[in-house]
């Protein structure tokens, strides 16, 4: 992948993206059968769009609840 990479014009292969995530291959063809991250298919290949998946990873993040303090309310 070129150093700055454009993540609107990026695709990236399944394994790029296990890669890229640090999970399995296995993992990401549930989340695709499960239709809870952004695909195309090309052909009979499962290709990702970078800013795609970088705008899937945003939604599904959660930010800590600055009101609790060590698993206590602050």
Not at 2 to 23: G, K, Y
Not at 36 to 53: E, Q
Request: hydrophobic share 35%; charged share 30%.
């Amino acid at each position: 992948m070129p150093p700055n990479p454009d993540p609107e014009h990026t695709w990236l292969a399944l394994t790029e993206l296990a890669e890229l995530l640090h999970i399995t291959e296995r993992h990401i063809r549930r989340l695709v059968a499960e239709n809870r991250i952004p695909y195309t298919k090309v052909g009979d290949r499962l290709r990702f769009n970078l800013a795609r998946v970088e705008g899937w990873l945003d939604q599904t993040s959660h930010e800590p609840d600055q009101r609790m303090w060590r698993g206590r309310p602050a």
